[in-house]
């Protein structure tokens, strides 16, 4: 199988690359051979073995709009990939992508994972609209990483509308094992020592300081929280500028940390918080990493696959997007009644192995390649 993404480890670790990665991964042990073609901002473009297969890069010359654009060399190395494939598994969005997919026109079969909707790109989403029709349409599947995406995205209820039956709904998922070395190291991390922080009496928030992660909302809930409000990742260090007024001690501002305290933060914390605005959160990877430590979770109502992560009042707490002081709120309820926090991360755990482990995800997958090649062997035998 060849993924087609844009960018991909080691250069940009994020949640959709994490995603392909899984996917590999639990196919790799039923005998599903990975590779995955991205483009790359580095200087050596030597392949990369990794875990889950091979990754393939070509240069990135330019990334207007988060799009990373190749030129000759890209295509010339994606129509390689694409010959010595058995099937090509597409990760929209990437428009790019489907520039690849009609210059080249690969015979091999392809699918689709549609991961999110081109979202607040003004004109430039526009233009490309009709070019997204077009590459949708020439799949032999569209997958929608949860129903509620399914039913809220312009561009899948289109294509359910065109061509019934062509959309289908498998969740994004995580194989435990593939954390067993990260989970491990996070024994030796010390909290206290590392971060100045208690276990079971902070919040915690894990993500990159994109604009669309609602930073600034939880800034604002995080003054009234009754519990610190952690943030990690890359940028985050920014939101504790003194400019920002914050309550001494409401707002714990981490940066970027390694692989194991980011596990090690997840377990002890009460509570993964996820404030996002826009329908950019199509899905959410820390909520299922937060789920399989069998934390409660805190999130907001995007019509995305979020809350079908988290289920409002089961595994957690699902509040307007926005709105600080109902986030305010929740945090204060998860913080003074522990039970109900305790009961809501054994619930959250339980809904990770029923839906979101590295078995469904792979039976899933698995049994879509296999029809997809099967309806493509019949079609060319009778051609």
Same mark, same amino acid.
């Given at each position: 199988?060849?993924?087609?993404?844009?960018?991909?480890?080691?250069?940009?670790?994020?949640? @959709? &690359?994490?995603?392909?990665?899984?996917?590999?991964?639990?196919?790799?042990?039923?005998?599903?051979?990975?590779?995955?073609? &991205?483009?790359?901002?580095?200087?050596?473009?030597?392949?990369?073995?990794?875990?889950?297969?091979?990754?393939?890069?070509?240069?990135?010359?330019?990334?207007?709009?988060?799009?990373?654009?190749?030129?000759?060399?890209?295509?010339?190395?994606?129509?390689?990939? %694409?010959?010595?494939?058995?099937?090509?598994?597409?990760?929209?969005?990437?428009?790019?992508?489907?520039?690849?997919?009609?210059?080249?026109?690969?015979? =091999?079969?392809?699918?689709?994972?549609?991961?999110?909707?081109?979202?607040?790109?003004?004109?430039?989403?526009?233009?490309?609209?009709?070019?997204?029709?077009?590459?949708?349409?020439?799949?032999?599947?569209?997958?929608?990483?949860?129903?509620?995406?399914?039913?809220?995205?312009?561009?899948?209820?289109?294509?359910?509308?065109?061509?019934?039956?062509?959309?289908?709904?498998?969740?994004?998922?995580?194989?435990?094992?593939?954390?067993?070395?990260?989970?491990?190291?996070?024994?030796?991390?010390?909290?206290?020592?590392?971060?100045?922080? @208690?276990?079971?009496?902070?919040?915690?928030?894990?993500?990159?300081?994109?604009?669309? =992660?609602?930073?600034?909302?939880?800034?604002?809930?995080?003054?009234?929280?009754?519990?610190?409000? %952690?943030?990690?990742? !890359?940028?985050?260090?920014?939101?504790?500028?003194?400019?920002?007024?914050?309550?001494?001690? %409401?707002?714990?501002?981490?940066?970027?940390?390694?692989?194991?305290? =980011?596990?090690?933060?997840?377990?002890?914390?009460?509570?993964?918080?996820?404030?996002?605005?826009?329908?950019?959160?199509?899905?959410?990877?820390?909520?299922?990493?937060?789920?399989?430590?069998?934390? !409660?979770?805190?999130?907001?109502?995007?019509?995305?696959?979020?809350?079908?992560?988290?289920? *409002?009042?089961?595994?957690?707490?699902?509040?307007?997007?926005?709105? !600080?002081?109902?986030?305010?709120?929740?945090?204060?309820?998860?913080?003074? =009644?522990?039970?109900?926090?305790?009961?809501?991360?054994?619930?959250?755990?339980?809904?990770?192995?029923?839906?979101?482990?590295?078995? !469904?995800?792979?039976?899933?997958?698995?049994?879509?390649?296999?029809?997809?090649? %099967?309806?493509?062997?019949? *079609?060319?035998?009778?051609?």
């Amino acid at each position: 199988m060849l993924h087609v993404y844009r960018r991909y480890f080691p250069d940009a670790p994020g949640g @959709t &690359a994490e995603a392909i990665r899984q996917i590999a991964l639990v196919l790799r042990a039923r005998g599903v051979e990975s590779q995955v073609f &991205a483009l790359s901002p580095a200087s050596d473009m030597a392949p990369v073995e990794r875990p889950e297969g091979r990754v393939v890069r070509s240069r990135s010359w330019v990334a207007p709009a988060s799009c990373d654009i190749g030129g000759v060399a890209a295509l010339s190395r994606f129509r390689q990939e %694409a010959n010595r494939t058995d099937l090509i598994h597409y990760h929209f969005p990437w428009p790019f992508a489907d520039c690849l997919h009609f210059a080249i026109r690969p015979e =091999k079969p392809s699918l689709i994972t549609y991961h999110s909707d081109v979202v607040e790109k003004g004109i430039l989403g526009r233009c490309y609209r009709p070019l997204q029709t077009r590459m949708l349409a020439s799949m032999r599947a569209v997958v929608a990483t949860s129903p509620s995406y399914r039913q809220t995205s312009p561009a899948l209820r289109l294509l359910d509308s065109t061509s019934p039956g062509r959309v289908e709904v498998i969740p994004l998922g995580i194989s435990e094992s593939s954390y067993r070395d990260d989970l491990d190291a996070a024994e030796g991390v010390s909290l206290e020592t590392s971060f100045g922080l @208690t276990p079971d009496r902070y919040f915690l928030f894990v993500g990159a300081a994109r604009s669309y =992660k609602g930073l600034s909302v939880l800034r604002d809930a995080a003054s009234g929280s009754p519990l610190p409000v %952690a943030v990690a990742g !890359p940028g985050t260090e920014r939101e504790c500028r003194p400019d920002h007024g914050l309550a001494a001690g %409401a707002l714990k501002c981490l940066g970027q940390v390694s692989a194991a305290e =980011k596990m090690a933060l997840i377990r002890g914390c009460r509570a993964l918080v996820l404030p996002s605005n826009r329908r950019s959160e199509a899905f959410g990877m820390v909520l299922i990493e937060a789920a399989m430590c069998g934390r !409660p979770l805190i999130s907001t109502e995007l019509g995305t696959g979020t809350s079908y992560v988290n289920i *409002h009042e089961e595994t957690g707490l699902v509040v307007p997007p926005d709105d !600080p002081d109902s986030l305010r709120s929740a945090l204060e309820r998860l913080a003074l =009644k522990e039970e109900e926090a305790r009961r809501m991360g054994i619930a959250s755990r339980q809904r990770y192995e029923r839906l979101f482990a590295g078995e !469904p995800l792979a039976e899933a997958y698995d049994a879509l390649y296999e029809r997809i090649l %099967a309806d493509h062997s019949g *079609h060319s035998a009778h051609g």
